[in-house]
C-alpha cells in the first residue's frame, strides 16, 4: 500500500492507479511504498532485472531512480503542472544478484520550473549499491 500525502493532487492519484506507476514500471516489478515530494520509497525485485551474468542490470537502478525522481518531482509540481525529466546520473557501488532493491528518494532542490533529487539503492541488508541524482523541468500542462 503506498503512503500518499493528504494533499496529493487527485488527478495524480487516478495516473498513479490508472497506469499502475506506468508500463516500465510495471513490468520491472516496481512497488510505491511511499510518495512525497521530499521523500519517496519504492522496492524492486532484483529476479527479472538481471543481466546476462546475474547481476542486477545497471540501468534497471535508474529505471527505480527516475521514476522515484520523477514522481516526487510531480508531487512538487501540483495541480495542472508535470515534472518532465532533463538530466539523469548514475554511480554503481556494488553489485546483486538476489533480492530486493530498495530506492529512497530525497530532495536536493525544489524551486519554482526545477526539481533535483537524489536517490540512493539499497540491498536486503541496508548496502549501497547505487546512487542517481535527476533534475526535472517543472511546467504548466498544455491547455486545449
Known amino acids: 500500500m503506498t503512503e500518499f500525502p493528504p494533499d496529493l493532487d487527485p488527478a495524480l492519484i487516478e495516473r ?15 512497488v510505491l511504498t511511499k510518495l512525497g515530494a ?3 520509497m519504492a522496492t524492486m525485485p532484483v529476479e527479472g532485472n538481471r ?3 546475474g547481476l542486477l542490470h545497471g540501468g534497471a537502478h535508474v529505471v527505480l531512480g527516475e521514476s522515484l525522481g520523477s514522481l516526487s518531482a510531480a508531487v512538487h509540481a501540483g495541480p495542472g503542472r508535470i515534472a518532465v525529466g532533463i538530466e539523469i546520473n548514475a ?13 529512497h528518494c ?13 536517490i540512493v539503492m539499497t540491498d536486503d541488508e541496508g548496502r549501497r549499491l ?5 533534475t526535472n523541468f517543472l511546467k504548466d500542462l498544455p491547455r486545449d
Open 51 to 53: 543481466q546476462i551474468i
Open 91 to 103: 554511480s554503481h557501488s556494488k553489485s546483486v544478484t538476489t533480492g530486493l532493491v530498495h530506492g
Open 106 to 118: 530525497r530532495a536536493v532542490s525544489l524551486g519554482r520550473s526545477l526539481a533535483t533529487h537524489e
Open 16 to 30: 498513479l492507479v490508472t497506469t499502475q506507476g506506468g508500463e516500465l514500471a510495471k513490468k520491472m516489478g516496481i
Open 130 to 134: 547505487s546512487t542517481v541524482r535527476m
Open 38 to 40: 521530499e521523500e519517496s
